[in-house]
T-cell receptor, first 118, second 114 residues
Framework: AQTVTQSQPEMSVQEAETVTLSCTYD???????LFWYKQPPSRQMILVIR????KQQNATENRFSVNFQKAAKSFSLKISDSQLGDAAMYFC???????????????WGLGTSLAVNP | DGGITQSPKYLFRKEGQNVTLSCEQN?????MYWYRQDPGQGLRLIYY???????QKGDIAEGYSVSREKKESFPLTVTSAQKNPTAFYLC?????????????FGPGTRLTVL
């Protein structure tokens, strides 16, 4: 069974600095999808970035980028120029490419709480 | 605007009562999901549905029930059999035919047992 591990329960960063959140996963599949979701204090879950495993290029969305290391099964999130609004829980999630049965569900990490200091 | 709505935002239940959490989406998504979120435990899948009139148990379905009579709606009932129902509940939807499709989330319902 697939698992997702976020080894940093809490992180902090100074405003305008860069921070990297770690995520590792375990799978025997060769094709899959990885996601980073953000949950601010409002608790509304928002997609930050998405990576397809068959694409070697790292996904980027404005100040958010990932370092996807398929062989190492690592999927870290880098936040550049951190802003106060980036303070939130960040969840890493895995999804099989097999679109049937229980493979459809997302496998979630436990999250990393990010504080942004002014 | 398209999105997912959940109601109520806060819900209080007496022990022994069944309560129903509402989830409605106007994104024309086939797939819908219910998650439970507890401190330090991340998100756990309760039930999911890929199509109207069909749904499957997730990892923690005991004490919960769902229905999917309409594409737009996926209500969750927390029954008296659920021993520890106090939690934050999130509903989500996605395009069922896209394996890597994003799940869109509602704002959540906070359920407290008195």
């Amino acid at each position: 069974a697939q698992t997702v591990t976020q080894s940093q329960p809490e992180m902090s960063v100074q405003e305008a600095e860069t921070v990297t959140l770690s995520c590792t996963y375990d799978t025997s599949e060769s094709d899959y999808y990885l996601f980073w979701y953000k949950q601010p204090p409002s608790r509304q879950m928002i997609l930050v970035i998405r990576q397809e495993a068959y694409k070697q290029q790292n996904a980027t969305e404005n100040r958010f980028s990932v370092n996807f290391q398929k062989a190492a099964k690592s999927f870290s999130l880098k936040i550049s120029d951190s802003q106060l609004g980036d303070a939130a829980m960040y969840f890493c999630a895995y999804r099989s490419s097999i679109n049937a049965g229980n493979n459809r569900k997302l496998i979630w990490g436990l999250g990393t709480s990010l504080a942004v200091n002014p | 605007d398209g999105g997912i709505t959940q109601s109520p935002k806060y819900l209080f239940r007496k022990e022994g009562q069944n309560v129903t959490l509402s989830c409605e989406q106007n994104l024309n998504h086939d797939a819908m999901y219910w998650y439970r979120q507890d401190p330090g435990q991340g998100l756990r899948l309760i039930y999911y549905s890929q199509i109207v009139n069909d749904f499957q148990k997730g990892d923690i379905a005991e004490g919960y029930s769902v229905s999917r009579e309409k594409k737009e709606s996926f209500p969750l009932t927390v029954t008296s059999a659920q021993k520890n129902p106090t939690a934050f509940y999130l509903c989500a939807s996605s395009k069922a035919q896209i394996a890597g499709g994003e799940q869109f989330f509602g704002p959540g319902t906070r359920l407290t047992v008195l």
